[in-house]
């Protein structure tokens, strides 16, 4: 799985993994993708790290090139696209397998894995 990302800066890591965890029970997590500006993100990079698996990043340009199915007015003021967490996870991966889930505050995606990324 490709697991997209929508998070406010400072998340812990402990709290990104519980997220995800509640969304993607059973399926290989292969990558995780969101907003560039998160890319420096401790908690974000962290909960890669404990998955092991790459940390990708999209531009809000890239991200609004995307059609989602849940679009937040908040997302679209703050960067100029729909959303994060669908729009990276079907950038990162290929057919949207979970939409748009909003556990604790983060917003949790996932498409099914690229060939070569499985």
């Keep these: ?32 993708a969101t907003l560039d500006r998160r890319a420096e993100d401790t908690g974000l990079r962290a909960a890669a790290e404990t998955l092991a ?13 995307v059609e989602v199915r849940h679009r937040s007015d908040r997302t679209m003021r703050a960067i100029g696209a729909a959303g994060v967490a669908e729009a990276a996870a079907l950038l990162a991966g290929g057919e949207l397998v979970c939409a748009r889930t909003v556990v604790d505050g983060i917003v949790v995606a996932a498409a099914t894995a690229r060939e070569g990324r499985n």
């Excluded at 997209?4 to 029970?25: C, D, E, K, Q, Y």
């Excluded at 698996?53 to 090139?65: C, E, H, N, Q």
């Design 53 to 65: 698996v790459p940390l990708v990043t999209f531009t809000p340009d890239r991200l609004a090139g």
């Design 1 to 32: 799985m490709a697991v997209g990302i929508g998070l406010r800066p400072g998340t812990g890591a402990a709290h990104i993994l519980r997220a995800i965890r509640s969304v993607i029970t059973d399926a290989r997590i292969v990558v995780v």
